[in-house]
């Protein structure tokens, strides 16, 4: 078997998705088309060629516009549907998704009516694809510390539907300590806790995720690289990072998949894997991902089977799942 089919036939859980960066440009225009919403393109290879970017705000400011096509609970549930259809044929198995509500409910679109139509395609997927997920919720960091508040206020009807909190949006210049109090607010009603860093920003801002909003996984975490004693806690920790490499290319973190640390991460022992972050953005979803990384960096299939066992190993599924799944890699191991 060729490494290529190898990748695709492994089972994998992906823990890095906005599912609003699973948008893509064909049902970008139907949904523009139902809510009568005017775009700034042409058509979809217009729009394809606008997703050249040169740092993470480049891309923030698209994928912010972009999301404006979505209105209804069904726009949000054909959202939800069409990734987890997509992630169904990459071999996904579990998917942890982050929604960014602030990018809707301060659109005038009610918090019930995003998370009602992305709610019920999860909960198809399991019953028709046999697909499990987690939903988080993440704050967008350019916006105030009351705005984040008040989110996580209209989340509590849905504390059930919700797993974790997370945070995202422009990081540089807004760092986790700001989110302090919230995401102390939120353990006490039981949230599990995640956060970007270290994708554009410094490894204080890794530390930072850790030390002041006490995180249990770092989402991109790459620049960690930059501090050996924060590398050293994060290997002893056994903290996961969710690494982005499509993302990371298309953002310019690192100018060539070559020059990707991943393979650097996991020689030094991290609990790293893959995720596609915004695939309709970033050309490609996890095996994708997969593929890219394992052709520039050259890795094992013992290095591919690691990334696969890590992705189960960082979720939030039960500690039986988690060894069902991983017995099942092993047995593919075995097999192919
Ligand atoms: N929102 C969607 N994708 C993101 C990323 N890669 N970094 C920060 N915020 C995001
Ligand atoms: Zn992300």
Known sequence: MMDKDFISGLPKAELHLHIEGSLEPELLFKLAERNQVSLPYANVEAVRAAYDFSNLQSFLDIYYAGASVLQTEQDFYDLTWAYLERAHQDNIRHTEIFFDPQTHTDRGIAFEVVIRGIHQALADAEQQLGLTSRLILCFLRHLSEEAAFATLQAALPFRSWIVGIGLDSSEVGNPPEKFK????????????KVAHAGEEGSADYIWGALDGLGVERIDHGVQCVQDPELVQLLAARQIPLTVCPLSNT????????EDH?????????????INSDDPAYFGGYLNANFHAVWQA???SREELLQLAKNSFLSSFLSEPAKLKHLHEIEQYARQV
């Open 181 to 192: 109090r919230v995401f102390a607010k939120a353990e006490t009603k039981g949230f599990r």
């Open 297 to 299: 960096l050259k890795l």
């Open 250 to 257: 298309k953002l310019c973190v690192f100018d060539r998949m």
């Open 261 to 273: 640390n991943l393979k650097q991460l996991l020689d030094a022992g991290l609990r790293v894997m």
